[in-house]
């Protein structure tokens, strides 16, 4: 069964600094990993898409990585701004259909 | 083009009521599926639908139901509700991608809160 856990839980970094945020997951037989970013009480906003044939994806200040071999992701958040602050989520997608199991979320505050 | 839109955005019922929430998909996309987030329980897969069927469901009792229509929009049921049935239900909706491998697009959500 597959299981995706995401460290740590909880990160509050001063406006500016770099934001590293991890996820790893125990099956490497996966098609996608996708981040997401989820604001209070709202729904979820695709950050970026990494399909298993790639090892990263960028879009303007972020990059997301890929290693499935030691299942792991990890998602840059390059000179942080407090609009930063929000959850962020990581997903596998494990059938072709496109059922995605999430991790529980890195709650990020970002200080100005 | 109008992302995926989900209502009512905010729902209040009592034990023992029934919750219908709505979903329309991105035009095109033929499958809709349902998340349920219950605070402190992460995002659990629901329900599945694609060309009108039912194709997978997740570990939940069968008081949780719905359908597509034609249009390829969707309601999901939840009866004989309880308090635990508190939670952000989110629908996304998805076109196969070219790997294969479908790429969901998520809506805003509804919040059912039940008393």
């Known amino acids: 069964k597959q299981e995706v856990t995401q460290i740590p839980a909880a990160l509050s970094v001063p406006e500016g600094e770099n934001l590293v945020l991890n996820c790893s997951f125990t099956?490497?037989?996966?098609?996608?990993l996708q981040w997401f970013r989820q604001d209070p009480g709202k729904g979820l906003t695709s950050l970026l898409l990494?399909?298993?044939?790639?090892r990263e994806q960028t879009s303007g200040r972020l990059n997301a990585s890929l290693d499935k071999s030691s299942g792991r992701s990890t998602l840059y958040i390059a000179a942080s701004q407090p609009g930063d602050s929000a959850t962020y989520l990581c997903?596998?997608?494990?059938?072709?259909?496109?059922?995605?199991?999430f991790g529980a979320g890195t709650q990020v505050v970002v200080t100005p | 083009e109008a992302g995926v839109t989900q209502s009512p955005t905010h729902l209040i019922k009592t034990r023992g009521q029934q919750a219908t929430l709505r979903c329309s998909p991105i035009s095109g996309h033929t499958s809709v599926y349902w998340y349920q987030q219950a605070l402190g329980l992460g995002l659990q897969f629901l329900l599945w639908?694609?060309?009108?069927?039912?194709?997978n469901r997740g570990n939940f009792p069968p008081r949780f139901s719905g359908r597509q229509f034609p249009n390829y929009s969707s309601e999901l049921n939840v009866n004989a509700l309880e308090l635990e049935d508190s939670a952000l239900y989110l629908c996304?909706?998805?076109?196969?991608?070219?790997?294969?491998?479908?790429?969901?697009?998520f809506g805003a959500g509804s919040r059912l809160t039940v008393l």
């Open positions: 099956d490497s037989a996966i098609y996608n």
């Open positions: 639908y694609d060309e009108g069927e039912e194709r």
């Open positions: 990494i399909q298993s044939s790639q």
């Open positions: 997903a596998v997608t494990t059938d072709s259909w496109g059922k995605l199991q």
């Open positions: 996304a909706s998805s076109f196969r991608g070219v790997s294969g491998a479908n790429v969901l697009t």
